[in-house]
Structure formats: C-alpha cells, structure tokens
C-alpha cells in the first residue's frame, strides 16, 4: 500500500503520540482531575517511578506488538502472537510497573510453560491463563490491553475493517479475556486506523461490525462520555 506523505505523517504521528502521551501521564496516574488551568509536563515518578519522558508499560507493550506485526509482515500468525507472549513475559520480569491482571496472566503462563518443560509460555498458556484467572477472579476487564492498541491499526491499514476488528480481539484476549475489553480495543483500532486513512477521527466507526445490541451499548456510552466531556468544557470555559 502507497501513502502520501500526511499520511506518513499521521503514521508516525499515532507512534510518538502514543509514546509521548504515556510518558506526559506517568507522572499523574490515577491521581484526581486536575484543574484546566493546572500545567502538565514531564515531571515523571508515577507507579514505577518513572523518569521525566520515560514511558509507562503500555507503550512497553504496544513496542513488542509493533515488532511482532512488523516481522510477520502484518500477519497475526501464531509466530507473531507467541512472539508477543514470550517477549511481554521477559519485560514483565524486570519492568517498573505492570497492570495487576497482565502481570497475572502472565505469571500463570510461565508456571504453565515451566511444568511443561518449556522455555518460555506461548499463545495457548497466555489464553489458558487470562480465561482461568476469570473464572476465578469473575472480571477481566480494565484498559489493560486497549492502551497497546496503536500498532494494530497500523499494520492493519491495507486489512479490511473485519481483519482489523479480528485482530484487534485476538491480541486482547491474550491477556484479558473480557469480550468487552475486547470490544473496545477493537473499536479504538479501527478508530484508529480511520484516522490515519481519512484525517478524520470517528470512534464510531467500528460499531457497524457488532451486533446491534452491543453497538447500541456502546453508542450509548460514547454518548455519555461526550456529553460529560462538553459539561465540563462548558463549566470551564465559564
């Protein structure tokens, strides 16, 4: 696939974006709203302890799926998704920070890989894994797996939307295997994918592939956030 050159640019854009937008809010994770006046910069610490610019786990993780999709030449073949699993299991070992539901996914499926006498854990010990811890734990949700989202849509941009909502499912549920967390990372995908084709954002765009219960739960729930985004614009603005 050929791409002009703001389209190159919008390629770049959603990879330094992604980067730099984790690193600006390491330092204020699960800290209270700020106010609109409050200045934010790279000020680092954070649950890791980050260093100012430092990124966070998610980018640590979108990296190893951009690799992996790059070496298989954009196939999410079982090369590149065991790929995925064994490099997230190296990092996880010495990283800073690591989502509580990864971390745990990820610790059952070297135990697995172990007791079968295996160096590393792979694709099935990963989804084994993340579907035992929710039938133990009765949740699996969280943003976990959608803040590693941006590579897919990026090697999925010559793919059909389907294509790119499957695989978006696929690379979620290696570590969370809630079909809503599924969900979302397949519509922030495509949402994604549009963006870089076309210059416009529409997080709408996917929901044409669920059924029509569940695009109208989440339509629903754009709806709220938009409208308690444009509350809060409003009352800051007065």
Known sequence: MKFSSDMKDRIC???????????????YEFGPPLPADKPVAMI?????????????????????????????GGQLDAGASDYMVRQWAIWAKD??????????????AEQ????????????QDAVAAATAIHRQTGRSGGNGSLMRTAPIALAYLDRTPDETYQAAVE???????????????????????HAVLSAELDIRVGLP??????????????QQAEE???AISHITAG
């Open 13 to 27: 854009g959603v990879l330094t974006g992604m980067a730099a937008g984790d690193a600006l809010g390491a330092g």
């Open 44 to 72: 680092g610490g954070g649950l890791g302890d980050f260093a100012p610019g430092e990124w966070t786990d998610d980018t640590s993780m979108a990296i190893v799926i951009a690799r992996a999709l790059a070496n298989s």
């Open 95 to 108: 990283a800073p920070d690591v989502g509580t539901q990864t971390r745990a996914v990820l610790g059952a």
């Open 112 to 123: 697995t890989a172990r007791a079968n006498k295996r160096d590393a854990p792979n694709t």
């Open 171 to 193: 690379i979620s549920k290696l570590t969370h295997f809630d079909d809503e967390a599924a969900e979302a990372c397949a519509l922030w995908t495509l949402a994604v994918r």
């Open 209 to 222: 592939l669920l059924n029509p219960e569940r695009a109208l739960a989440w339509e629903r729930r754009i």
């Open 228 to 230: 308690k985004a444009h």
